[in-house]
């Protein structure tokens, strides 16, 4: 008799992998680009504006094969073709965040990330978000054409080639390796190699279908490919030393020979993230659920507060942005608009421009002091030195008509950090100014191969055309009557534009230009120099004669004449009860609060909700102010 065979159990049906109920991949896609986008758009539009003023495409070969002369140039032309588009901001951060969720995707599925753990995918994107929110002053030293956009999509080619490798088999995959390195480093520099070692990663930790082991050829394939390429690319570039061959394209920004390591710290948070990930993306699905619960909230709030802590959201940074887009518009009534919801103790071209703002307005005796004129130096987060040759001077030369000056620096800072459409206007101007129309149309011309500042290439074009209207137009009006009437030549600012501006303009005498003179008094007025003042002073007087003399000017004559009593001022009319009154009772607090045992800053604060918008306050007190 046969034996019967016991009755099977039925099969247990297969757990289905826990997750957040509910919890999808794209939600934290939509989170991300929600916060990313109030990042970009909300708190640093002035600041994307600004990004694609101090960069540059031309639609030329000539751009083209500058770029391409180096490694890293593809990413670079397309990134810089592309950080034109921060003219709108909006427009700019939406591609840009478009790019981070097209990385974000892929990662996912190169390293078999899945829906448990799809949030360890935002830690490279959150490291290239940091990149472009945390440069601060390094805006204005950046030597990567196109830096904004060209790393993200460097880092979208390199995660498109692994995920497109990973699905090769065989020996096929070896040339993959060797076509991609061999062919990606010249359009991606450093990124090429990157992909290598993640494609030969991925390789490697992937089990042989026959047999079950891992196979650590790829691995050595690989190294040998990252050892040999760049030195056989080498040979064809002239423009890369030998030492930068195996790291060139990988930003670097360097301190006196050393690293800025928080400014470089995205870039290894991001290599050093995408290689764990490729070490480590098939083994997390043995790892149980409860750990990858707590790991999507800890990684979602540890992005959340990087981003936050990074972002450079210093509000002088900001308010220099803005006042400068205004100046550089003529738009001198906005300019004072920024200087009066100033929040805090403005840096020295915050104060500078307010001043010339109030020069192209006709009031600076009347309201210099109105604002406050302090100083603070420019926040920084390491080492960086700014200077003001660098982010304004050649704006602020071209304003003053010094024009030998701003073309100076607007040439040898493209030829340091590379030319941009702010250093194009600016040279196109100052031509313009000083009748050299064929060297301005040459600037204009490639004004006009921009994308969006055609029509102010046009618009200048004309002056160009037309050389009478310069004359007829507001904008070129103060410049030209200061260019005409200063000394123009070349000596040294020693990188100090703010104090060579102060001591030229407060040592020069002109009387045949009544704005070139008020200038000159109001330079000596900041300079706080009795003996440069009064010269200035009474020339002043004559050729405004019968005019209302300024208050900020009487308040500086009483001054003066109350403190050195060379300059009989009895018979001056000055105003009884905005002068002699409000002196005396500065005086008389003074005296009060010394008594008391308050020193000198001490007495400032207490005077200046009073007397801060005088020339009295600006002179006892406001001191210390340094150039940079």
């Not at 088999?169 to 450093?190: A, H, I, N, S």
Request: glycine share 6%; proline share 4%; aromatic share 16%.
């Amino acid at each position: 008799m046969k034996k019967k065979n016991p009755p099977t159990r039925p099969e247990a049906p297969k757990k289905h992998k826990r997750t957040i109920p509910g919890w999808k991949p794209w939600m934290e896609a939509i989170l991300f680009a929600l916060f990313a986008g109030w990042i970009l758009i909300g708190m640093n539009s002035d600041y994307l504006f600004t990004v694609q003023e101090r960069s540059l495409f031309l639609s030329n070969p000539i751009f083209w094969n500058d770029l391409m002369a180096t490694p890293h140039g593809f990413v670079r032309w397309i990134g810089s073709y592309l950080t034109q588009f921060f003219y709108y901001p909006a427009i700019g951060s939406c591609l840009l965040i478009l790019i981070w969720l097209g990385i974000y995707s892929i990662t996912i599925k190169t390293f078999n990330l899945g829906k448990r753990w799809s949030h360890l995918a935002l830690i490279p994107v959150t490291a290239m978000l940091c990149s472009v929110i945390g440069l601060g002053y390094w805006m204005y030293n950046m030597k990567v054409p196109g830096y904004w956009f060209s790393e993200s999509i460097a880092l979208l080619f390199v995660m498109l080639g692994t995920w497109a490798g990973k699905h090769i088999r065989g020996y096929w995959r070896y040339l993959w390796l060797g076509v991609w390195t061999v062919v990606g480093y010249p359009l991606m520099g450093w990124y090429a190699l990157f992909g290598a070692l993640l494609t030969a990663i991925v390789y490697t930790t992937k089990k042989e279908e026959k047999g079950g082991k891992h196979s650590y050829t790829p691995l050595v394939y690989a190294a040998a490919l990252i050892g040999v390429v760049p030195l056989l690319w080498y040979q064809h570039y002239t423009q890369m030393r030998i030492e930068d061959a195996w790291v060139f394209g990988f930003p670097r920004f360097v301190l006196k020979e050393s690293l800025s390591w928080i400014t470089n710290a995205p870039f290894f948070v991001m290599a050093a993230s995408c290689i764990a990930l490729a070490l480590c993306g098939n083994l997390l699905e043995k790892v149980k659920e409860k750990w990858s619960i707590l790991a999507r909230v800890v990684v979602i709030a540890g992005c959340a507060l990087t981003i936050w802590v990074t972002n450079f959201d210093d509000y002088n940074y900001q308010a220099e942005m803005r006042m400068y887009r205004h100046a550089e518009e003529s738009n001198w009534k906005e300019v004072l608009t920024e200087a009066r919801e100033w929040k805090d103790t403005p840096t020295r071209q915050m104060v500078i421009l307010k001043n010339l703002a109030l020069m192209n307005l006709g009031q600076m005796g009347n309201q210099m002091f109105h604002y406050d004129n302090g100083s603070r130096l420019p926040h920084k987060r390491d080492e960086l030195v700014v200077h003001l040759v660098h982010t304004a001077a050649p704006l602020l030369y071209y304003c003053h008509g010094k024009l030998n000056f701003a073309t100076r620096w607007a040439i040898e800072n493209g030829v340091e950090y590379g030319f941009d459409v702010n250093t194009l206007k600016i040279l196109a101007r100052c031509a313009l100014v000083s009748g050299e129309y064929d060297v301005a149309r040459k600037y204009v011309n490639l004004l006009k191969q921009t994308t969006f500042h055609r029509e102010e290439g046009e618009r200048l074009e004309e002056f160009c055309n037309y050389p009478g209207k310069i004359a007829q137009a507001n904008e070129f009006k103060t410049v030209k009557e200061l260019h005409k009437h200063i000394n123009e030549d070349l000596d040294s600012d020693n990188g100090l534009c703010e104090m060579y501006l102060l001591h030229y303009f407060s040592n020069t005498m002109n009387i045949d230009s009544r704005l070139l003179q008020e200038v000159t008094l109001n330079y000596a007025l900041i300079s706080k120099n009795i003996q440069l003042f009064w010269p200035r002073f009474f020339q002043y007087a004559n050729l405004h004669n019968g005019s209302e003399m300024p208050i900020h000017y009487q308040e500086a004559a009483y001054l003066y004449g109350n403190l050195e009593k060379t300059v009989q001022i009895d018979r001056m009319p000055f105003d009884k009860q905005k002068i002699k009154d409000r002196y005396v009772q500065f005086n008389s607090i003074i005296q009060y609060n010394l008594k008391k045992g308050l020193n000198e800053q001490e007495i400032g604060e207490v005077l200046k909700p009073t007397f801060g918008d005088t020339f009295w306050w600006f002179y006892y007190f406001c001191n210390n102010v340094g150039s940079y």
